[in-house]
């Protein structure tokens, strides 16, 4: 793969600055598992005129088998690839860098960027009061120097980095969370590969990898989506088969109890709330859930949020990761069918002629326009300081009716914009029905919100919408398609 760093225009801006500074800076990168953490920070700083020293931690590695790698790294860096003993401890590894580091030109910048650290970090191995010393004591009082920390497990830095209460309190100068690709940075991406796909291609793949480079960079030029998909997820030796069970077994020492959880919150494509996922998922300890929760929302699994216009308390759970949702509804119950998969690029195809494909892939369009509101934003013309959110009535007796709205933006100039999100291989028809539903959708909203805003209606399709009486007559907040997606 090339080492051209394909998109990340704000992180770079941000490790510019980081590197042209006349000041110590300390960064914590943050971002889910597989997003491309070490590429952005490799590819970056090793093109550029510093001393750039890197080491990466490794799971479950032994504190002697870390301090060995460290060493190597301190004699490729600062020695010429020099041999270097290994220290017996982090202080006296800390030691060996800060001496190394004193015999650079003042006028040289160094950049240390220490990967995985939570990894480095183990237990009893006292690395982080060595880092707060030597960052407090030597470090943070040269201006070339530029430490980087990064790790896949987001609670972990946040909780001993960012939210440190002991000698590293508030000594982070910036944070960088990387996160998941757009579909106009995929496609870049894949164009960077050499591979040319059209927007619906990109979106078909996007429903299943997410925006997450390393799965792109596993799609084969001159397969469909649908191919690279059965190729990928469906056949024996495929790259993702094994995917799911290794990337939570890396981040997590109890992977299953988080995986428990996220099994309970992806039945509600809609959102969970805490007091019943914790019910449903069996949890004895309703503290440790909650903070098994939030370690969930910081590796980018899952989304926390208090439903639009719902004044009373209660967190809501739901599942963004693409990945994670495709693997729970379509890979793990079907996984002894493709542990006997070989060469067989039609599985996937004939999935997608079931009416249970056609509701996923609603559910998941609807999730990738709440990850591209930017773009919607500008389709739309709606202005960027508009109130984001979805709203839900339940009918509380026969007599009324219930309604779901995928998408609302309550704006600043008196107006609610309604927003339906439709998964459509064609044009998609509002006829008398559907229109009949969506007056009823607008009146409810009206009544139980008890808004006096002015109310549109916009859609949001793959391929737009055929004009009919009906679409004339309600569609006001204007039309949004696949190709808008990939704008900004």
């Not at 995917?243 to 988080?258: H, M, N």
């Not at 995986?259 to 805490?274: E, K, P, S, T, W």
Request: proline share 2%.
């Amino acid at each position: 793969m090339s080492t051209h760093i394909v998109g990340r225009d704000k992180e770079q801006s941000i490790l510019t600055q980081l590197l042209n500074s006349e000041r110590a800076e300390f960064l914590a990168l943050i971002g889910r598992r597989r997003v491309g953490k070490t590429f952005l920070i490799k590819n970056f700083f090793e093109k550029k005129p510093c001393v750039f020293f890197y080491c990466s931690g490794q799971k479950d590695g032994k504190l002697k088998q870390h301090l060995m790698d460290f060493a190597v790294q301190i004699g490729h860096a600062f020695y010429n690839g020099a041999n270097i003993s290994p220290c017996k401890s982090w202080r006296d590894t800390f030691e060996e860098l800060t001496k190394a580091i004193q015999q650079v030109n003042k006028n040289k910048k160094i950049v240390l960027f220490f990967d995985e650290l939570p990894w480095l970090a183990t237990k009893r191995s006292n690395l982080l009061p060595a880092l707060d010393y030597y960052w407090n004591r030597y470090w943070s009082h040269e201006k070339n120097i530029k430490l980087i920390v990064c790790g896949s497990s987001a609670s972990w830095i946040t909780k001993n980095i960012i939210n440190n209460k002991a000698g590293l309190y508030n000594r982070l100068t910036r944070t960088i969370c990387l996160e998941p690709f757009t579909l106009k940075e995929s496609e870049a991406l894949l164009h960077a590969l050499k591979i040319k796909l059209n927007h619906k291609q990109i979106l078909d793949l996007y429903m299943v990898l997410g925006g997450i480079p390393h799965y792109m960079v596993l799609v084969q030029k001159g397969l469909s989506a649908y191919q690279c998909i059965d190729t990928l997820c469906f056949q024996k030796n495929g790259a993702l088969v094994k995917e799911f069970d290794r990337l939570f077994a890396s981040l997590f020492s109890e992977p299953e109890t988080y995986v428990a959880l996220i099994r309970v919150i992806a039945r509600y494509h809609d959102g969970i709330g805490q007091a019943r996922l914790i019910q449903e998922s069996g949890a004895s300890d309703g503290g440790r859930t909650v903070q098994r929760l939030k370690e969930l929302i910081e590796a980018g699994f899952i989304l926390e949020f208090i439903p639009y216009g719902r004044h009373e308390k209660g967190l809501y759970y739901k599942v963004i990761d693409e990945f994670t949702l495709f693997y729970l509804q379509w890979m793990e119950p079907n996984m002894q069918t493709i542990l006997k998969q070989n060469n067989n690029n039609s599985y996937w195809l004939a999935k997608t002629k079931t009416p249970s494909w056609k509701s996923w892939a609603g559910y998941a369009f609807e999730s990738i326009g709440h990850k591209h509101i930017a773009q919607i934003q500008k389709a739309l013309h709606i202005e960027p300081g508009a109130e984001i959110g979805s709203w839900r009535y339940l009918a509380k007796n026969l007599e009324q009716q219930g309604t779901q709205i995928d998408l609302l933006f309550d704006r600043t100039d008196q107006v609610i914009t309604i927003c339906e999100i439709k998964f459509n291989e064609s044009p998609f028809v509002i006829d008398k029905l559907y229109a009949k539903k969506i007056v009823n959708k607008i009146e409810t909203y009206k009544t139980q919100s008890k808004t006096k805003k002015q109310i549109y209606f916009a859609m949001i399709t793959v391929n737009g919408l055929k004009k009919t009486m009906y679409s004339e007559e309600l569609v006001d907040g204007g039309v949004m398609m696949l190709n808008d997606f990939f704008g900004v």
